[in-house]
T-cell receptor, first 118, second 113 residues
Framework: AQKITQTQPGMFVQEKEAVTLDCTYDTSDQSYGLFWYKQPSSGEMIFLIYQGSYDEQNATEGRYSLNFQKARKSANLVISASQLGDSAMYFCAMRENAGGTSYGKLTFGQGTILTVHP | GAVVSQHPSWVICKSGTSVKIECRSLDFQATTMFWYRQFPKQSLMLMATSNEGSKATYEQGVEKDKFLINHASLTLSTLTVTSAHPEDSSFYIC?????????FGPGTRLTVL
């Protein structure tokens, strides 16, 4: 069974500083996908970044980068130059790549609440 | 684009009544939709996988007679919370799968009095 662990219930960062949100995973699958989502207080799930298990380069999307260390089974999210609008809950998730009716199923971590201070 | 809507965005109902939540993929067809439940400051927990034209696949511990899912068309899945009780109060989020990716709806906040 897949498992995603986010060990930081809450994180604080000063505006314009960088912050790293931790995520470790456990799976016996060779092919899988890792995602980070942002959930502001409105509740919507905002996709941030994706890393495939076979991708050799770390994914980057603007101020977001994913530090993928496959051997350590970690997929940490790095947010550079934090902004006040980055304050939200952040979820790491893993996707099963096996076929069948469960294809595309996501397993989420516990989440990390990020607070950006001015 | 890949837009998913949910209706209603929030609902308050009396204990014992049933509530239907709709999830629509607006600009694509989705053979598979997922329903999640989220309690405050907690993670999203998958309730069931909804496949068009077939029965939903429920996760362990989710009562299928309590949470009825119907995926009658390629753009619409519905979740009906039957005989709702205060403990069913939660944030319900759907997502629709498009070529392996999931696109989330804005969620429905259910409060059962």
């Amino acid at each position: 069974a897949q498992k995603i662990t986010q060990t930081q219930p809450g994180m604080f960062v000063q505006e314009k500083e960088a912050v790293t949100l931790d995520c470790t995973y456990d799976t016996s699958d060779q092919s899988y996908g890792l995602f980070w989502y942002k959930q502001p207080s409105s509740g919507e799930m905002i996709f941030l970044i994706y890393q495939g298990s076979y991708d050799e380069q770390n994914a980057t999307e603007g101020r977001y980068s994913l530090n993928f260390q496959k051997a350590r089974k970690s997929a940490n999210l790095v947010i550079s130059a934090s902004q006040l609008g980055d304050s939200a809950m952040y979820f790491c998730a893993m996707r099963e790549n096996a076929g069948g009716t469960s294809y595309g199923k996501l397993t989420f971590g516990q989440g990390t609440i990020l607070t950006v201070h001015p | 684009g890949a837009v998913v809507s949910q209706h209603p965005s929030w609902v308050i109902c009396k204990s014992g009544t049933s509530v239907k939540i709709e999830c629509r993929s607006l600009d694509f067809q989705a053979t598979t939709m997922f329903w999640y439940r989220q309690f405050p400051k907690q993670s999203l927990m998958l309730m069931a996988t909804s496949n068009e034209g077939s029965k939903a696949t429920y996760e362990q511990g989710v009562e299928k007679d309590k949470f009825l899912i119907n995926h009658a068309s390629l753009t619409l899945s519905t979740l009906t919370v039957t005989s709702a009780h205060p403990e069913d109060s939660s944030f319900y989020i759907c997502s629709a799968r498009k070529t392996g990716e999931q696109f989330f709806g804005p969620g429905t906040r259910l409060t059962v009095l």
